[in-house]
C-alpha cells in the first residue's frame, strides 16, 4: 500500500463560521426545503466518506500545518461507475483549525512535569483522524437536519473531546504493552516511568470529561462515557481468546470495536444528537462510525505487518510479538492450516 503524506499550512485559531439564514432559521416560518444542489452534493460527499478513507489512507501526516498538498491518488478516489469522492481531510481541515491548542488550554496544570507529560502527544503530529470523521459527520447531520454547513462549537468540542479520549488510551496502552515509541518518538511511559504515564492518562481523561460535561447534554455525557467502559472491556478481551475456532475472529471483531470503533461510533453519534432530533439518524451515525473504526483498525493491523517503522511512527509487528492474533494473523492460519484451529489459547495471548 502506498503511503501518503499530509502537509498542512498553519492558519488561525478557529472560530465558528458566521450562519447564514436558512429556511430553518430563528425568525423564518415553515419547514426545511429540498436542498439545493451543491448542499445535496456536500451531504453526499460527507456520507461517502469512506470512500476516499480506504483509497487515501496515511500511514502519517500532520495537523501542525493546513491545507494539503497529496498525490493525485490521495486527492479522490473513483468508483467503477466512475464518480469522484472529495478528499474528506479537505472537507474538515477548516473545523480543526487550532485543535491542538485547544486541547492544551483545556490541560490546565500548574506541575511543570505533568504539564509536559499530558501534552507530550498533541504536539500536531497525530492523525486526526477521529476529529476529521467527527466534524464531517457533525456537517452531514446539520445539512440534512438544517441546511447548515457549519458545525456548532458543541459539535466541535466533541471534536477535541474524542481526541482527548483516544490520547489517553494510547498512554495507557503504551504501559500495558510496555511500548518504546510512538508517533515517531519515545513513549511517555519510557521517559516518565510507567506509574508517572498511567497517571498522565488519568489526568487527560479527567479534562476530557470536564470539557464533556461543560457541552451540558445529558444524552451526550450518557453516550460518551460507554465508551471508557468499552476501552477497558476491550483491554480485558485482549487478554483473552476462544478456543472454538469459529469464535475466534468474531472475538477479534468485538474486541475491535470496543478498544477502536467505539469511540468512533458514539462520537458520530453524540454529534449527530446535537445537531438532529431524528433517532434514525443517530443510529445512522452510530453504525457509520463503527464500521469505518474497525475498517480503520483493520487497515492498521494489515499496515502492522506490510509497512514499516518509519512510515508507522511505532515498532511495527507489535501486536505478534506480543502474542496477540489481529485479522492476518487469522486468516493466515485459516489458509495456511486449513482452518484456524492451529492457534491455540497460549498463541494468543500474552
Same mark, same amino acid.
Given at each position: 500500500?502506498?503511503?501518503?503524506?499530509?502537509?498542512?499550512?498553519?492558519?488561525?485559531?478557529?472560530?465558528?463560521?458566521?450562519?447564514?439564514?436558512?429556511?430553518?432559521?430563528? @425568525?423564518?416560518?415553515?419547514?426545511?426545503?429540498?436542498?439545493?444542489?451543491?448542499?445535496? @452534493?456536500?451531504?453526499?460527499?460527507?456520507?461517502?466518506?469512506?470512500?476516499?478513507?480506504?483509497?487515501?489512507?496515511?500511514?502519517?501526516?500532520?495537523?501542525?500545518?493546513?491545507?494539503?498538498?497529496?498525490?493525485?491518488?490521495?486527492?479522490?478516489?473513483?468508483?467503477?461507475?466512475?464518480?469522484?469522492?472529495?478528499?474528506?481531510?479537505?472537507?474538515? $481541515?477548516?473545523?480543526?483549525?487550532?485543535?491542538?491548542?485547544?486541547?492544551?488550554?483545556?490541560?490546565?496544570?500548574?506541575?511543570?512535569?505533568?504539564?509536559?507529560?499530558?501534552?507530550?502527544?498533541?504536539?500536531?503530529?497525530?492523525?486526526?483522524?477521529?476529529?476529521?470523521?467527527?466534524?464531517?459527520?457533525?456537517?452531514?447531520?446539520?445539512?440534512?437536519?438544517?441546511?447548515?454547513?457549519?458545525?456548532?462549537?458543541?459539535?466541535?468540542?466533541?471534536?477535541?473531546?474524542?481526541?482527548?479520549?483516544?490520547?489517553?488510551?494510547?498512554?495507557?496502552?503504551?504501559?500495558?504493552?510496555?511500548?518504546?515509541?510512538?508517533?515517531?518518538?519515545?513513549?511517555?511511559?519510557?521517559? $516518565?516511568?510507567?506509574?508517572?504515564?498511567?497517571?498522565?492518562?488519568?489526568?487527560?481523561?479527567?479534562?476530557?470529561?470536564?470539557?464533556?460535561?461543560?457541552?451540558?447534554?445529558?444524552?451526550?455525557?450518557?453516550?460518551?462515557?460507554?465508551?471508557?467502559?468499552?476501552?477497558?472491556?476491550?483491554?480485558?478481551?485482549?487478554?483473552?481468546?476462544?478456543?472454538?475456532?469459529?469464535?475466534?475472529?468474531?472475538?477479534?471483531?468485538?474486541?475491535?470495536?470496543?478498544?477502536?470503533?467505539?469511540?468512533?461510533?458514539?462520537?458520530?453519534?453524540?454529534?449527530?444528537?446535537?445537531?438532529?432530533?431524528?433517532?434514525?439518524?443517530?443510529?445512522?451515525?452510530?453504525?457509520?462510525?463503527?464500521?469505518?473504526?474497525?475498517?480503520?483498525?483493520?487497515?492498521?493491523?494489515?499496515?502492522?505487518?506490510?509497512?514499516?517503522?518509519?512510515?508507522? @511512527?511505532?515498532?511495527?509487528?507489535?501486536?505478534?510479538?506480543?502474542?496477540?492474533?489481529?485479522?492476518?494473523?487469522?486468516?493466515?492460519?485459516?489458509?495456511?492450516?486449513?482452518?484456524?484451529?492451529?492457534?491455540?489459547?497460549?498463541?494468543?495471548?500474552?
Amino acid at each position: 500500500m502506498a503511503s501518503c503524506r499530509w502537509p498542512w499550512r498553519r492558519c488561525c485559531s478557529w472560530r465558528p463560521a458566521a450562519r447564514s439564514p436558512g429556511p430553518a432559521s430563528p @425568525g423564518r416560518a415553515g419547514p426545511p426545503g429540498p436542498p439545493s444542489a451543491a448542499d445535496a @452534493g456536500a451531504q453526499m460527499s460527507y456520507f461517502n466518506l469512506v470512500k476516499s478513507l480506504t483509497s487515501a489512507f496515511p500511514n502519517r501526516y500532520s495537523m501542525s500545518r493546513f491545507h494539503h498538498t497529496t498525490s493525485a491518488v490521495c486527492c479522490c478516489s473513483k468508483t467503477q461507475s466512475g464518480e469522484k469522492y472529495t478528499d474528506p481531510f479537505k472537507l474538515g $481541515w477548516r473545523d480543526l483549525n487550532g485543535l491542538y491548542e485547544d486541547i492544551r488550554k483545556e490541560l490546565l496544570i500548574s506541575t511543570t512535569e505533568l504539564k509536559e507529560m499530558s501534552e507530550y502527544y498533541f504536539d500536531g503530529k497525530g492523525k486526526a483522524f477521529r476529529p476529521i470523521i467527527v466534524v464531517l459527520m457533525a456537517r452531514a447531520c446539520n445539512i440534512h437536519h438544517s441546511n447548515s454547513r457549519d458545525v456548532q462549537a458543541s459539535q466541535r468540542s466533541i471534536a477535541l473531546i474524542a481526541e482527548m479520549i483516544h490520547t489517553a488510551s494510547l498512554v495507557h496502552d503504551d504501559v500495558i504493552d510496555d511500548a518504546s515509541s510512538r508517533r515517531g518518538k519515545h513513549t511517555v511511559n519510557k521517559i $516518565w516511568g510507567e506509574k508517572k504515564a498511567v497517571l498522565a492518562g488519568d489526568l487527560i481523561l479527567s479534562a476530557a470529561s470536564m470539557a464533556l460535561a461543560r457541552i451540558g447534554n445529558t444524552t451526550v455525557i450518557s453516550i460518551l462515557t460507554q465508551v471508557i467502559e468499552d476501552l477497558v472491556r476491550g483491554e480485558f478481551l485482549q487478554l483473552g481468546s476462544k478456543e472454538n475456532e469459529n469464535e475466534r475472529f468474531a472475538h477479534y471483531l468485538e474486541k475491535t470495536f470496543k478498544k477502536t470503533a467505539s469511540l468512533i461510533a458514539n462520537s458520530c453519534k453524540a454529534v449527530s444528537v446535537l445537531g438532529c432530533p431524528d433517532p434514525v439518524v443517530h443510529e445512522i451515525a452510530y453504525q457509520y462510525g463503527k464500521n469505518v473504526g474497525i475498517a480503520f483498525q483493520l487497515i492498521d493491523d494489515v499496515l502492522d505487518f506490510t509497512s514499516c517503522s518509519d512510515q508507522m @511512527g511505532k515498532p511495527t509487528s507489535a501486536d505478534l510479538k506480543l502474542g496477540l492474533a489481529t485479522g492476518p494473523v487469522l486468516f493466515a492460519c485459516q489458509q495456511e492450516a486449513g482452518g484456524l484451529g492451529g492457534l491455540g489459547q497460549d498463541d494468543t495471548t500474552h
